[in-house]
């Protein structure tokens, strides 16, 4: 009999941190895998990651609908109580043997928690990180909940043991984003038209003497702000006047502030060598940043897969701050003219080197073997 | 302005949890008390804790229903789930400076995801304590999602540290439970009837020569005993031939298994001197542990409230376990004989010392002095 | 393609008004059954409908938990809204092309909402007729949102057009409950021994001499009166000194109430000949009643079943007011004398005839085979 | 003591259809006005008709956040599920003598359920009427779940009747959205600067030589075709030349879909004569009717308020069809060159009469007194 592990998927950017596990899950003789796919994952206005997982050959057991309209705090503890009501149905039906939560999204506790409470083993995959916001509390809290930890690297291991954790049942396996970052790598031109197939609005730069790529998520505690913060970053591109390439933001509260900004500043001006992507297949968007000038924003993406890939990032506020950086990284803060400056600078120096600070490449398959060999738990006690 | 201090009540031990601390909140002139009664704390079943609450002098702000009938893992999760969507609107409605969670029940997971969800501080009683099945990832999930922690004693406070929690924000106040132990031990007289005030079922024994009193929990992760577990203490029980106050479970998955055991055993031997309750006021209740010849059970009422009072326990089975024992415990397993044999040595023995393991009996006064002063916060980073 | 039909069980009582037509669906050549299981069908303390359905050979495709504890008005509201949030991911996940829902308990409108506002067409099995309480309101809210109507006699036929729905909708097949029946009155001898096959609790009468059957429901709008009517039939089954089988009633608000009163009688008078069943096989409890003296209470088995089979009915209070009667039915009041004298009328009486009131005995087929031939649709419009 | 009266507004267009009740309720001696705001009344997306109720003065008791984003027909049950669950914990506070709901779009189901089973008498505004898509089901259930009809004329009325409602329990008021036509229409000039005041997007038009009004919302139950309906509107606008105003279709399954026509088109013809509003108060958007040389799209308003207004209407499309008519209605189908036609035909005939059909102007106030003198009752059966 297979070992059913039900994965649950429940953003665009956690399909990118899934990906390759869920291929090598599917691969193992010794597993089932069960897929769910909730949340924004299923909203088109994000860009319907449930597409792209399908158009990858993987079937989906179930279907979660639970994000309210009206981003806001409030709605955060909505749309994850929502989650629990229905996962929790959906674990009943399914009736896996381990269930998978990823990362550090609001929404992924729902996961946590459904597992915890209905006696069903948890494994979480990219424990251990630091970061600010609101991620930082849900993080350690799936820690927790969870019976299993595959982290990303050594810090991460120590810390979640640190918590209280045992070290058995702690593994360092890097982080599946950095598979599909090592994949692309090995064929890295950007052989296909970004605006030609995945359409997007605004101006249609000339991409040939180089550009820049923009993704800047609210954050989520700073909700009012979101507006203003994004203006600031708009404002250091247009000034840079180097064409860009921008992605909007995923569900959060606050997201509304961060496209209202944008919105404003494309009426305004439109002639601005800017072009608005909602969403890439995540090889595309990994062969975007290779062959671009840099990456400019808050997204870990500019942490974790370009630290892998050497592509120089520009990271704004303090979405990110407490994650380690490799050497391609420049903080700033919200203002328009560090953004510009450190736009200035990345582009004038050297391309940094490769770093395995979040995975060497091969984390999917090291996920799946510890995930058939692992003795099933689900009780635990504070190491201390 | 008062700090607006919203406190969550959903079971009736939580309440003697939290009494006292209601009461100094809502004399401080600092501080205004919400208070909100959900979950099994409204429930007849399980002895209406609300009504407790009323008959004390607070004042309800809001009800919350969301105890879904048919106890099962499956249903805790929605109970959470459901509770969280409402607790969601509550506090959107009242909206407080901070709210309050209570010790480690299932249920109470949804007040700390509302509460950090919605970016309002959460404040933690009796974070940092050690137990068996699912109340252990419940409490340090807590941990995780609260800004301020109230703990019973050091070594539960160097626990919080360790989690990476700010020393700044763990705070050693005792446990409200033991304020009340020290208000009723102050006038120990059982001055009362229980079965004519209290009712309940079953025979009526003669309590001047001596009784136990017996409160034994399902253990949820060991769902499908629980049946035969109450059947081995109802047996020790009726074996030492003590007579015997008898209280009803309170609501977990498996609590239909603990209630049909007893229902089984009065229909077969109902000329045992077993008296059953569902509740009682918890200095009632107290005032019968200070004049029993001890507690038989798993109820942390015998670790905690009678490590004061000095109230011999007979601990059965895991669901303590990990818990700070005073020197009035006796640790057995669920087997009919070692539980009979512990009565016999408890019944024997001089009565124990007080001990201040879980506080000194003026945690409440602490508790509203601190929330008073604390400088509010909702964000937080782990410490290493 | 086969055409998919997902009925809807959400009571003991439902199972038995549709048992014959599953069993038809099930066997019809063009069309695939779909069950879904829910609300109090799924709860032991009612008699675990699940079971019966699974021992009869039906494979449950979703089981929907969504019973909120703690009976009340409220909480049937709630129920309801969790059960329509459940059952549109239920439908959802597996796209049938038409739901039926059974007769009119107020957590089936879910499933009529559900369809109708997922565009997909409702069939309404029993609609057209007239009682008291929140049913009356229900059965006809559930007319106005279905397609297709599946009655029992002329009269509802009529009133369900005389609504405004369009005549050739509507189609008068019987209840598939009188099918059971029909197939039971032919093997009618009492073949088991009800308390060794059922258990249950109280004494154990003697049935040679005749017995009478009772089944009695709290009326939900008359919530506080249930405790004092139940001990009013209680006490006219003890002073009729005829030994009695008495079911506990289903899940509405107010049976508390119900269960109340039968605990305080049976605490007080644990020697009359009464003996107590949460629920048995339709055609076993069909057996009991043809071989009984007659029904007392107010369920709708006095009134359907028992006009098919002719046992005699003493009919009580207001929730079956409005329901055409064979010439089986004594209506009385809540009042123990009327009670009392209306059982011994019916014991001395002659039988009273079959009546083809609600049906012939062969809905099932019938309806089976209109399901099938039926010209989907999802729109209509008041015929005048 | 004052009767509590509970009015749960759920849109933008449900406002209109209440206003002068909610100001007589308030302004009624024996009435206390409770006011709920929930659904899409509460969100940006359509104009955050909560704003209007402020600051129009009126309190808001409670807010309910229930519309689950990613519109769809799965999503529409959700969100009734959702405000099914927070309405009964609403009324549960508010203690209301009734709960009113207003018309029939899909969400406003919510509250007659939970009004009918917590056995508060429910009024519903706008029974009896007659159209298309889903509205049509949903209308007549609330009927049949409803103690209390207020409906616009004699024939709704007497459908009312017709279904079985009791002739006593029918009034006939008016529908209160005409009171606001009545008392716009006494200053009826143009005093304020549409765009000026209400921003929106697109290009300004000049408006001093007329213009037409467009409001077209998605027809729930044609999904998919919502794109294709809104671009033959556009171009049958784009080609008539005349400065048009068009306002944002509320929140419905499909509103996707003609969100989406719009922006492609815009994106396309970005010179056209074509302004873009979200929302407007009530008063001025009438002001804004009577000045224009018609209506065109599929709205309410165009039938109702502007009947009384005699302003010219084109009526597109199934959404209104069984709707009584006033002499200002031109109906025409889906297609771009009839749509054409009949704005020709509008702006080129004389200005039709003025029509009381929806009323009179004074229906606030009727039904206030009618709330304030009505027997309370939640009980009822069908008439025949």
Known sequence: MKRKVCV???ARPSYSRIK???RAIQAHPDLELQLVVGASALLDRYGTAVDFLERDGFHIDARVYSVLEGES???MAKTTGLGLLELSTVFHNLQPDMVVTVADRYETLATAVAG??????VAHIQGGEVTGSIDEKVRHAVTKLSDLHLVSNDLAAERVIKMGEDPQEVFVTGCPSIDIARETAASPDLDFDPIGRYGGVGSEPNLSGGYLVV?????????SEARIQVIETLEAIHASGIPTLWFWPNVDAGSDGTSKGIRAFREQRNSAPLHFFKNMAP???LRLLINSKGIVGNSSVGIRECSFLGVPTVNIGSRQSGRQRGPNVIDVDHDRHHIEAAIVQMTRQDRPNSSTLYGDGYAGERIA???AGWTLRNEKK???
């Open 20 to 22: 390759t596990a869920l």
């Open 215 to 223: 993704m800047q998520h609210p954050v989520t505690t700073e909700f």
């Open 73 to 75: 705090p409030t709605n």
């Open 116 to 121: 915890a409470y209905m006696n069903i083993p």
């Open 369 to 371: 073997k510890i995930m």
């Open 283 to 285: 090889s595309d968007f």
């Open 8 to 10: 649950v998927v429940t």
């Open 382 to 384: 504070l190491t201390y």
